[in-house]
């Protein structure tokens, strides 16, 4: 349990780096400020030691110019401005002060030899100062990720339950590990519980789907099976030619529910027992929705050509690959009407066309357009997508005024 929210820990933990860094850069220029006071000081005193028992002094003043030291008297005759003055080939620094109503001018001379660093001290003191800068950089970068991890840690936590739940296969473990009294009352909790709740009802509602669609799948197979095996029965009897006509209609209507049923079964069902994973041929399940379809082209004068140029194997459902090429065969025959054609099925290695010409004559004036499933090609089309998206396969229909043309890739 956390006493504060996240919001106000990761501002403490900022804070709290902040300071500790502030603090450390402190102590550090402190002790650079009084290093340096020590290291002048000594580097004088061992200068005066080494002139022992004759001590001088870095520190002269001098009223005139002639009585400056030589390397001094062409800039002093040039009438320098009051202030500091540094001349680093001799060593020297100088401080011009005005005297006597400012009318003449004084000259204050530090010599500094034997007390700045060599050239080569000054590098090794930039080497120094350099290591300890990126030491304590490195220390605060540390600094900072080690705080900061451990402010986000009930977020990081959250996240890596999360990304290890499989929304498809809920189990109770997943709802004991997503627990909110895992993540205290912060907002990292209030996730944790808005998270918790989102995954009951998906388990709830994955539940009743499942419940509904085993329901459902057999209260409505068994009235088309007590439907077709009436059908059959009043097959064998001798019936009046308009009854033998109303009887195919009805074959006809109870072969299309059945179809119907199957494809929104088909699409209902969370899982369908590994039959993504089956091998089927693409050519005999063409051929079966032609057989199942060719009573749309009586009374039509319509062709129908098949080049199968190759006899494709393909991986998936056999299911949902027989109801979309069910749908595609029966919108060709149906919305074709008599004397248009030819209606062309080619099969390739890869692709099924389903080709079907809506006049005779070709105009290149008319452009290919991108249909949609509810531009009058049929409701199945919208299911067609949604069948091709569940398998992996590609399903386009381009329309125009000459032709409509399917194509089903996968």
Known sequence: MYRYSLR??????????????????????FSAIRLSEDRVMTRQLQRAAENYPNLTTNLRGYEDVDSLPESLHQWAQSNPAEGLHEFPAEQLHVAVVAVDNEQQKAFVVFDVAGIEAASSEDWLWLLLITSVVG?????????????????VAPVVQLAEVVADIDPEKLSAEDHKRIASGRFGDDEVGVLARTLEKTLERISAFVERERYFTDSASHELRTPITVITGALELLEKSELKSSDAKALDRIRRAT???????????????????????????????????MDQQQYLLRGKLVDVEVDDLSNP???????AFSIAVNNLVRNAFEHTLGGQGPIKILIKERELFITNELSTGLDDRHSQTEASPGNGYGLGLGIVERLCERNGWTFTLHADEVRVAARLSW
């Open 8 to 29: 106000q820990r990761v501002a403490i933990a900022f804070a709290v780096c902040v300071a500790v860094l502030s603090v450390v850069w402190g102590l550090a220029f």
């Open 135 to 151: 030491t304590l950089g490195a220390l605060g970068f540390s600094l900072g990720v080690f705080v900061m991890r451990r402010a």
């Open 255 to 289: 072969r299309d529910m059945k179809a119907t049923i199957e494809m929104f079964l088909c699409l209902a069902r969370e899982t369908d027992d590994g039959l993504y994973d089956e091998q089927f041929l693409v050519v005999p399940l063409v051929s079966q929705a």
């Open 313 to 319: 194997r393909v991986y998936g459902h056999p299911q």
